[in-house]
């Protein structure tokens, strides 16, 4: 059984900031691609960034270049996203997924809130 | 970045009939390995998204087939034949041929 499982998440002050994980199980990890997407409450889903199988490759959306940084440890079977200079508006469920063009597994994602 | 934008946002359904979510882009999503990279997903309330469909018309595995996907370049259709309970919830489009992903705005689908 795939399991995708986040940790990291929390309630910081803007300018803050923070180190997601996303713990992998039940595929073999180093072979994909693993992406990062968010979920402002009450709101639509925004892919953020990917990694590819050997960390080689890594890419953003506009919004959170310069600030987000996406990172891997195969041996750890995990993808890590970390987060500077938190503005309100990155308040948001953050889920890890499994990127195979489409995104097949997702983890239950874990909850930043950026407030003052 | 490519737009995509779902119809309607919100369907209201009678269980046991079809319901039907459009969903277009603002380019052509059909690579040229001739792949349609356009899936759709459902979440469920208090749930993290689910992949129904990939690749416009592929099932992913355990999802029912009364779930189909269907378009061409821009234009894409999530019909499902017959509404169960276990149906509500947001359904979104996302095109993969270009970064960043981008995703439709959402459909919400509850039952009469």
């Known amino acids: 059984e795939v399991q995708l499982t986040e940790s990291g998440g929390d309630s910081v002050q803007p300018g803050g900031s923070l180190r997601l994980s996303c713990a992998a199980s039940g595929i073999i990890f180093s072979s994909h691609w693993m992406s990062w997407l968010r979920q402002a409450p009450g709101k639509g889903l925004e892919w953020v960034g990917n990694?590819?199988?050997?960390?080689?490759?890594?890419y953003y959306v506009d919004s959170v270049k310069g600030r987000f940084t996406i990172s891997r440890d195969n041996a750890k079977n995990s993808v890590y996203l970390q987060i500077n200079s938190l503005r309100v508006e990155d308040t948001a469920m953050y889920y890890c997924a499994r990127d195979m063009g489409a995104f097949d597994f997702w983890g239950q994602g874990t909850m930043v809130t950026v407030s003052s | 970045d490519i737009v995509m934008t779902q119809t309607p946002l919100s369907l209201s359904v009678t269980p046991g009939q079809p319901a039907s979510i459009s969903c277009k882009s603002s380019?052509?999503?059909?690579?040229?390995?001739?792949?349609?990279?356009l899936s759709w997903y459902l979440q469920k309330p208090g749930q993290s998204p689910q992949l129904l469909i990939f690749?416009?018309?592929s099932r992913f595995s355990g999802v029912p087939d009364r779930f189909s996907g269907s378009g061409s370049e821009t234009d894409f259709t999530l019909r499902i034949s017959r509404v169960e309970a276990e149906d509500v919830g947001v359904y979104y489009c996302m095109q993969s041929k270009d970064l960043p992903r981008t995703f439709g705005q959402g459909t919400k689908v509850e039952l009469k």
């Open positions: 690749e416009l018309s």
């Open positions: 380019q052509s999503l059909l690579h040229s390995d001739g792949k349609t990279f």
């Open positions: 990694i590819k199988e050997d960390g080689s490759e890594k």
